[in-house]
C-alpha cells in the first residue's frame, strides 16, 4: 500500500538548471498538490489539481510549472532553478472533503 | 500574512502529562482545520479534524478545541507518549471541501521519559 509516492527524494542541481519532480498516487483520488516547505515555515501550496485535466495555482506559484499527466501522476518543473527555490518539496492527494494523505518528500538543494 | 500562526515553535512534556498545542488564525473566512503530525524524513499524516459548527472533537488521545470568537484552536493529547514526540501543524480552509489549506509554521512536541 504505497499511497502518494515522490521521485527522487533527493536532488541537488545548479542555478540554471531544469528539474522535474514527479508524484503518483495509488488511492484513485482525484485532487493532487504541490507544496513546499522551509524552514520555519509551514507548508505552502504552490498548484494544486482539483481533478485529472485542470491546475491551479496556489500560494507561490512563481518559477514552477505543473502537470497532471493522468489521474495517477502529477508532475512539478522548475524550468531554472535559482537557490530560493531550495526546499523541501511534498506531493499531496485526496477526495473531496477528506484529508491530505501526503507523499514523504523530495529535498532539493540549488546551489 | 501569516494567516494561520502556531506560536511555540518548540514543547516540551513529560509522558504520561497532557501535551497542548495552540494555533491562531486570522481570516474569519476559515471554516475547516486540521491537525498533522510530522515525523523526520516523512511526509504530514493526518491526525484530526474540526467543523466550525462544532468545539470540539475527540479522537481517542487526541482532542481538538475550536473557540471561533478568539480564532483559535488547540490540540490536547492524553496522556502524552514517547511516540507522540514529532512536529505537529495546523492548517485551515475555508470549506470541508476547499482545495487550499493554510498551513502554521509548526511545533515540535518532544515527550521525556
Known amino acids: 500500500n504505497a499511497g502518494v509516492t515522490q521521485t527522487p527524494k533527493f536532488q541537488v542541481l545548479k542555478t540554471g538548471q531544469s528539474m522535474t519532480l514527479q508524484c503518483a498516487q495509488d488511492?484513485?483520488?482525484?485532487?493532487m498538490y504541490w507544496y513546499r516547505q522551509d524552514p520555519g515555515m509551514g507548508l505552502r501550496l504552490i498548484y494544486y489539481s482539483a481533478s485529472e485535466g485542470t491546475t491551479d495555482k496556489g500560494e507561490v506559484p512563481n518559477g514552477y510549472n505543473v502537470s497532471r499527466l493522468n489521474k495517477r501522476e502529477f508532475s512539478l518543473r522548475l524550468e531554472s532553478a535559482a537557490p530560493s527555490q531550495t526546499s523541501v518539496y511534498f506531493c499531496?492527494?485526496?477526495?473531496?472533503?477528506?484529508?491530505?494523505?501526503f507523499g514523504d518528500g523530495t529535498r532539493l538543494s540549488i546551489l | 500574512d501569516q494567516q494561520v500562526k502556531q506560536n511555540s515553535p518548540s514543547l516540551s512534556v513529560q509522558e504520561g502529562r497532557i501535551s497542548i498545542l495552540n494555533c491562531d488564525y486570522t481570516n474569519s473566512m476559515f471554516d475547516y482545520f486540521l491537525w498533522y503530525k510530522k515525523y523526520p524524513a516523512e511526509g504530514p499524516t493526518f491526525l484530526i479534524s474540526?467543523?466550525?459548527?462544532?468545539d470540539k472533537n475527540e479522537d481517542g488521545r487526541f482532542t481538538v478545541f475550536l473557540n471561533k470568537s478568539a480564532k483559535h484552536l488547540s490540540l490536547h493529547i492524553v496522556p502524552s507518549q514517547p511516540g507522540d514526540s514529532a512536529v505537529y501543524f495546523c492548517?485551515?480552509?475555508?470549506?470541508?471541501?476547499?482545495?487550499?489549506?493554510?498551513f502554521g509554521q509548526g511545533t515540535r512536541l518532544t515527550i521525556n521519559p
Open positions: 492548517a485551515a480552509s475555508v470549506a470541508r471541501g476547499a482545495q487550499k489549506l493554510v
Open positions: 474540526i467543523s466550525s459548527i462544532k
Open positions: 488511492m484513485n483520488h482525484n485532487s
Open positions: 499531496a492527494s485526496s477526495e473531496p472533503g477528506q484529508p491530505q494523505h
